[in-house]
């Protein structure tokens, strides 16, 4: 067990709809990343939010967006969903925001658009 | 651009073999980190080892070691007496430091069935 929390476990849903990831990073960790991953992509890095502040963006669509709230838990928002959003997705965490911090991954939040 | 190459897609052995899981990076710092992590059938992502540009110490931990080469830009991966246990995908990943953030840049996989 990682420390890292994420919930649901799975979501199903249709296409056009809206839904809301959570993820609870590891308890004194700063740094939360979220990731994609899906069959034709790998891992995916989507963005990364530091003490409350997005630190850096990766391949997140603009129908994604995420933030980081004061307790430091993060929320992951995806938008009119297409079939191809369905995916797994990890969230992370790290104590600090340097390269030489290791990543720990949630369990992932398996998503389906149908 | 940096990059992460993990060729062998699949890996199939017997138990008690010995297994090596190659990972080729490619990047422009002189100071970046390499990962490998463990994604067993449940799912999650599991860290293994950090390894930093500056150490390129090899390093061993229990059946699992690991070879760091600057010179060839690889950093493998060897399961020795393999089990059933090790059956996942191994994911090596590079993390650079002169770039802002601190995201992972993952290579697509190497999916290892270790049969008894």
């Known amino acids: 067990d990682s420390g890292v929390t994420q919930t649901p476990k799975h979501l199903i849903t249709a296409t056009g709809q809206r839904v809301t990831l959570r993820c609870s990073p590891r308890s004194g960790d700063l740094s939360v990343y979220w990731y994609q991953q899906s069959l034709d992509q790998g891992l995916q890095f989507l963005i990364q939010?530091?003490?409350?502040?997005?630190?850096a963006k990766g391949n997140i669509l603009e129908r994604f967006s995420a933030q980081q709230f004061p307790d430091l838990h993060s929320e992951l928002n995806l938008s009119s969903l297409e079939l191809g959003d369905s995916a797994l997705y990890f969230c992370?965490?790290?104590?600090?925001?340097?390269?030489?911090?290791?990543?720990?991954f949630g369990p992932g939040t398996r998503l389906t658009v149908l | 651009a940096q990059k992460v190459t993990q060729a062998q897609t699949e890996i199939s052995v017997v138990e008690k073999e010995d297994v090596t899981l190659d990972c080729v990076y490619e990047?422009?710092?002189?100071?970046?980190?390499l990962f490998w992590y463990k994604q067993p059938p449940s799912g999650e992502l599991v860290f293994l080892i950090r390894r930093n540009s500056f150490d390129e110490q090899n390093e061993i931990s229990g059946r699992y070691s690991w070879n760091f080469q600057k010179s060839t830009s690889s950093f493998n991966f060897t399961i020795t007496a393999s089990q059933v246990v090790d059956s996942a995908v191994y994911f090596c990943a590079l993390s650079e430091a002169e770039q802002a953030g601190t995201a992972l840049i993952f290579g697509k996989g190497t999916t290892l069935s270790v049969s008894s």
């Open positions: 990047t422009r710092d002189t100071t970046y980190y």
């Open positions: 992370a965490s790290s104590a600090g925001d340097l390269s030489t911090d290791t990543q720990y």
């Open positions: 939010y530091y003490n409350g502040e997005e630190r």
